[in-house]
């Protein structure tokens, strides 16, 4: 590459799928700090409850982002290898998973 290609490299505008990485990136950091905060807010009633101590608290608040993770995980991998439509007709494991399977029947 010359010097000029290099130069005119600089000069151009942040391509599209930069601008969707990053958007994407700022959305998944506002989820994740409103799952934090409802985490958060159920803490308190997880100790009463549960009479659970400190560390039993702290790890309950820890599981619940991991466990979102590993289903993110594994609801990716079943609509990659059965599909969709077949993946939503099993059990819920969260609201959301309801709308999401209407709008891809059709």
């Excluded at 409802?38 to 009479?51: K, M, N, W, Y």
């Excluded at 609509?79 to 209407?102: F, K, L, N, V």
Aim: proline share 6%; aromatic share 6%.
């Amino acid at each position: 590459m010359t010097a000029s290609g290099a130069q005119r490299g600089r000069d151009r505008p942040p391509r599209r799928n930069l601008i969707a990485v990053l958007a994407i990136v700022a959305l998944s950091g506002a989820f994740f700090g409103y799952d934090q905060g409802v985490i958060s807010g159920a803490l308190r009633d997880i100790r009463q409850t549960f009479d659970a101590n400190t560390f039993a608290v702290e790890a309950a608040a820890s599981w619940v982002t991991a466990g979102a993770l590993v289903g993110a995980l594994l609801g990716g991998h079943l609509a990659d290898r059965i599909g969709r439509r077949e993946h939503c007709g099993s059990p819920p494991p969260r609201s959301g998973w309801a709308p999401s399977c209407r709008r891809s029947r059709r």
